[in-house]
């Protein structure tokens, strides 16, 4: 073998030597570095979301807690009893009658995270302080909602209006709720109140009078001869009050139990009654609270009616309307509890 051929077979051997030392590397050293530098890629990473994830908590707790600051309470009855309070004193302090207003309960309704309490709120009152009302609940500082507002003309006042609302607050699970000092209440005289003050001075709610004629200028009387003057005649005495001085003012409902307030207008004083007593020359039967049209104008739906049973006929009186007021129901008015009872009290009337 010449020299030539014994310097190639060298560099031949140089040349495999290196491509197995480089091969050995790879595969013993370069490898495992890639493969550990690869999955500390991946726990940084992981380790940054579990971060992010961490102070989303902690953002989403400390929201959580300020909601639960501006709740009634951990649990539905005291939150339902502080709210109640708190609706009756709102509609008080703005110069409205408590009489004049129902709250019916519409249940508990379980969504996730808390328990959802609501009430339908329905009364009279005039305008402005009906947008005081729901200024000072819009803006109340409680974890809250007001839906389906409707305001309409009261058919039998046109100075006051018919407001009908749902009022909703939620109870939160897993939250305690920790002692804090009282939250600051909305007042009506707020700068804010202000920018609502068209509405009550529009008052497009109210119908339109014409303004009367200017009255034409008496003749002067000619001078007569005075006589005698005739002895006044006496003064009759007060007629009895009748059932037009008596006004159904508030057909509420509080953990089953029925409540209806009377206004009593002669004697200024509220009369309260239930289911059995007796009004209007009957027995009262229940307070019916199906949404029905007005007979004498069906574009008004009333809300709520006490129904009377006099002999084997019933009679209901809506919401707002005095006793004589009164109407018959027929069979087909009546509701489905009454419905099938109503034929045997009318047979029973009816046999000797």
Known sequence: MSNREKKLAMMVGFCVLAVGLMAAYYKLVNEPVLRLEAQIRQGRSTLSDLNDEQRDAFTAQEAMGRRAAQSFGEHPDEAAAAAGAMLTRNITEVGLSDSRFSRRPTGTRRIRGGVEIGWQIQGQGPLDQIIDLLYVLENAPYLQRLENIVISPDSRNDEEVTVNFRYLTLVLEAVPVEPAEPLPAVAAEDEGRRVYDPIAARNMLRPYVAKPPEPEPEPEPEPVQQAEAPA????????????????????????????????????????????????????????????????????????????????????????????????????????ADLRDEAPEISQQADSP
Do not use: C, N
């Not at 409902?253 to 200024?268: F, Q, S």
């Not at 004498?296 to 005095?322: F, K, L, M």
């Open 232 to 335: 006044p005649e006496p003064e009759p005495g007060p007629a009895p009050p009748g059932p037009e001085t008596f006004r159904v003012v508030s057909l509420s409902e509080w953990r089953g139990e029925t409540e209806i307030l009377i206004h009593d207008r002669t004697a200024d004083k509220m009369l309260s009654y239930s289911p059995g007593d007796e009004l209007a020359a009957g027995t009262v039967v229940m307070v019916d609270y199906r949404p029905l049209a007005l007979p004498d104008d069906p574009s008004i739906r009333s809300q709520s009616r006490v129904i009377v049973r006099q002999d084997s006929e019933y009679w209901a009186i809506e919401r707002g309307a005095t006793l004589a007021d009164k109407r018959k129901l027929t069979q087909e008015e009546l509701p």
